[in-house]
């Protein structure tokens, strides 16, 4: 069976869950044809990718997705670039808040995300979950993540992407998603992984 790390962020922002990692763990272990290793990562810039990658590495990912809140977002949206910058207009979980700095000095401006972020968006909708294509993921720390990772697995084989959720019901701010429809246009998602 193939291998997928499938990550979550812990809280931030002031925020006491992170709807990323509620939904990763409510995910079964298989789904797909792929066996899923679930991660929690910082809200750190470089730590979150550091992790990712040596857990990735550790398994033998074949496939990498990062899940993270987008506040403000009313769709599931896979991402379909990560870019070189870090720019933070709140601190992360230590404190870091960078202005303008490359993530890679001297690397490429930017990756495209190596999953088919079209088809993974309408396998989303067609399980009745809002869902549409990002071309940014910003520059805090879900960029961080997503750029660092396809930098790093560019030309091994290893598939890497990004999929950002709105917040949850449970969080009490607009707009939100129940969980449950995360999770069921996540396994969407998954399922369409090999759909290029
Ligand atoms: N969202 C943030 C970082 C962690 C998360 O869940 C972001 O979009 O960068």
Redesign the pocket.
């Known amino acids: 069976m193939k291998k997928l790390l499938i990550t979550g ?1 812990e809280p ?1 922002g002031g925020e006491e869950i ?1 709807p ?1 990692w509620e939904a990763v763990q409510r995910l079964p272990s298989e789904i797909g044809g792929y066996s899923l290793t679930k991660l929690l990562l910082p ?1 750190v810039f470089g730590d979150a990718a550091e992790s990712a990658i040596a857990e990735a590495e550790r398994i033998s990912a074949d496939v990498i997705v990062c899940i ?3 506040g403000g977002r009313n769709a599931v949206t896979p991402e379909l670039v990560g870019i070189n910058l870090r720019h933070a207009s709140i601190p992360d979980n230590c404190g870091n808040a960078p202005e303008d700095e490359p993530i890679i000095a001297g690397g490429n401006a930017a990756y495209f995300s190596t999953l088919p972020v079209r088809k993974i968006a309408e396998a989303i909708n067609s399980v009745g979950v809002c869902a549409r294509v990002s071309y940014s ?2 520059a ?4 961080d993540l997503l750029y660092t990772l396809l930098a790093h697995f560019e030309n091994s084989g290893v598939k890497v992407g990004f999929i ?1 959720i709105p917040y949850s019901l449970e969080q009490n701010k607009e707009p939100a998603m129940d969980i449950n429809d995360v999770i069921k246009g996540l396994t969407a998602a998954i399922e369409n992984i090999d759909n290029s």
Do not use: E, I
Not at 140 to 143: E, F, G, L, Q
């Open positions: 962020f931030f992170n990323s809200v993270g809140q987008a993921a910003g805090y720390v879900c960029n950002h």
